[in-house]
């Protein structure tokens, strides 16, 4: 039947034949990530950590082929995290160390087994899609990592207290609320093929960078008006957007006008190789 299938393609020379051929494809995968359930049997295994006095913590979750969401941690001061991670039976349950060193937390949390070697589309993973839902201290300042093999990746970190972030998915969607009052902040958000939404919180101070990149989806960052901003947009077949309060000064750049004399200001990169990407303020 594959054979027969492939057969029947029309062969395609034309190169945005080929790049809407490749959008309709992650376009489907990406829907169909969305929306499925796990398969097999699921488990759940509940988790709490001590705060054991830690002011600061490096954050390194993966959470395998699960969709993952990180939030703030309500009403709970004695503790670092708590989190409710759902895996399938067989797998084994998620790893997850905690170190101390002078008041510095350092938390790994993996998914158990082993990930799947060779070529894979980024809706592969959606088959396998458990849910993982940790919630972190936000009085700790932290720096935070979290990948996904194909899962959608939630960041909800109003309200915290975070240097620097490092996000990634195969093909799953991007959603993140940064904090306000962030102050040099590097924050990164990528996919092999979902949409990416960025929300930067209401003040910043020092140098800030956000970068928002997907192989095929839209890329959408929101921005407080009146903001000091410099914004490169590229797409490759999209459409590019960006509020008309920054001026166009290259082919890709736009920016504020006291940009380069602020000193409270962002520099934003926004790319798709195939979608719309928008900067938008509100």
Known sequence: MEETNM???????????????????????????????????????????????????????????GHLTIQRLVDAEQLLSKATLQYLGGQGLPD?????????????????????????????????????????????SSDITAHSDGGNIKLGLAGMIITHLSADSEG?????????????????????????????????????????????????????KGIVARIHAITGAGKVTVDPQFAKIDKDTYQSADYDSAVNKVEIMVKSGAGNVSVNTR
């Open 7 to 65: 057969k029947m393609l029309p062969a395609v020379t034309n190169k945005k034949a080929w790049v809407a051929m490749v959008v309709l494809l992650l376009g489907t995968g990406v829907v169909a990530c969305s929306g499925n359930n796990p398969s097999g049997n699921v488990l759940i295994d509940d988790l709490s950590e001590p705060l054991n006095g830690a002011n600061s913590a490096k954050i390194d979750i993966n959470s395998g082929m």
């Open 96 to 140: 997850h160390t905690v170190n101390m060193n002078n008041g510095r937390a350092t938390f790994t949390l993996r998914a158990g087994g082993i990930k799947q070697s060779g070529f894979r589309f980024p809706w592969a993973a959606c088959g396998g899609a458990y849910k993982w839902q940790i919630n972190l201290n936000p009085t700790v």
């Open 172 to 224: 799953g969607n991007m959603d993140v609320i940064l904090p306000d009052n962030a102050a040099d902040l590097t924050a990164t958000a990528t996919t092999g093929g979902g949409n990416v939404n960025i929300d930067l919180g209401n003040s910043i101070s020092g140098r800030n960078a956000i970068t928002a990149n997907s192989g095929a989806g839209s890329v959408l960052v929101r921005l407080p």
